[in-house]
Antibody, heavy 117, light 106 residues
Framework: QVQLVQSGAEVKKPGASVKVSCRASGFQLTAYYVHWVRQAPGQGLQWMGWINPTNGDTKFAQNFQGRVTLTRDTSITTALFELNSLRSDDTAIYYC??????????WGQGTLVTVSA | DIQMTQSPSSMSASLGDTVTITCRATQGIREYLAWFQQRPGKAPKSLIYAASRLQSGVPSKFSGSGSGTDFTLTISSLQTEDFATYYCQQYKDYPYTFGGGTKVEI
C-alpha cells in the first residue's frame, strides 16, 4: 500500500529537540521531494520546508531557518525532521508529504508534538 | 510572503448541493495553486494541483479554476463525506502559504 508512515506522538520540554520520521511504504522515496507542514491545535496549515532525498538538498521557510533540520536515512526510505529549541507554540501536528518541489500528492498521518514544562 | 485569503471561512450546505469556495492571492501566482480537503482528526488530502488538475483518484465532482490571483474550488452533489475543511495553497514563491480554510458544514 502506498503511504507515508510517521513516528508516534512526542512530549517535550521547552528548549529540547524533537525528531520525527516519515517512512515511505510502497514507493521509492527518492522519486519525490518530502515536504513538512505543521498545524497548531485548531489552526490552519503552515509550510516549513522540503528535502530532496536524492541529493539531500533542502529549502526552508525563513521562520524556521536554523531551527529545523531535514535529512534522510542512508537507505533513503525514511525522511527525518528535527526541530530544536522547542517552545510552547511549537505544539502542533507535524505532517510529511511527498510531491515535487511544489505540489504534494500524498500526506503522512501526522505526528503530534506537545511542548510543555 | 504571499497571503492567501479564502472565503467564506465557513458555510452551511445540504446534501446534493453544489458549493463554491474562493481563494485570492495577494500577488499573481499563475496556476501554482493546490486545494486540500481535511476531515476532522485526519491528515489533509490533496484534491487539485496546478489550479485545475485533479489528483489521481479524486472524483470529478471536485473542480478547480482560476489563474493569477483569483481561484475557485467547486464541489458538486455534496455527500456526507464532503463535509470537511478545505484549504488552498500557493507554491509559486517561498514560503509556500495556505489559506485560512473554509469549513463546509451540514
Amino acid at each position: 500500500q502506498v503511504q507515508l508512515v510517521q513516528s508516534g506522538a512526542e512530549v517535550k520540554k521547552p528548549g529540547a529537540s524533537v525528531k520525527v520520521s516519515c517512512r515511505a511504504s510502497g514507493f521509492q522515496l527518492t522519486a519525490y521531494y518530502v515536504h513538512w507542514v505543521r498545524q497548531a491545535p485548531g489552526q490552519g496549515l503552515q509550510w516549513m520546508g522540503w528535502i530532496n532525498p536524492t541529493n539531500g538538498d533542502t529549502k526552508f521557510a525563513q521562520n524556521f531557518q536554523g531551527r529545523v533540520t531535514l535529512t534522510r536515512d542512508t537507505s533513503i526510505t525514511t525522511a527525518l525532521f528535527e526541530l530544536n529549541s522547542l517552545r510552547s507554540d511549537d505544539t502542533a501536528i507535524y505532517y510529511c508529504a511527498r510531491g515535487g518541489s511544489g505540489q504534494t500528492d500524498l500526506w503522512g498521518q501526522g505526528t503530534l508534538v506537545t511542548v510543555s514544562a | 510572503d504571499i497571503q492567501m485569503t479564502q472565503s467564506p471561512s465557513s458555510m452551511s450546505a445540504s446534501l446534493g448541493d453544489t458549493v463554491t469556495i474562493t481563494c485570492r492571492a495577494t500577488q499573481g501566482i499563475r496556476e501554482y495553486l493546490a486545494w486540500f480537503q481535511q476531515r476532522p482528526g485526519k491528515a489533509p488530502k490533496s484534491l487539485i494541483y496546478a489550479a485545475s488538475r485533479l489528483q489521481s483518484g479524486v472524483p470529478s465532482k471536485f473542480s478547480g479554476s482560476g489563474s493569477g490571483t483569483d481561484f475557485t474550488l467547486t464541489i458538486s452533489s455534496l455527500q456526507t463525506e464532503d463535509f470537511a475543511t478545505y484549504y488552498c495553497q500557493q507554491y509559486k514563491d517561498y514560503p509556500y502559504t495556505f489559506g485560512g480554510g473554509t469549513k463546509v458544514e451540514i
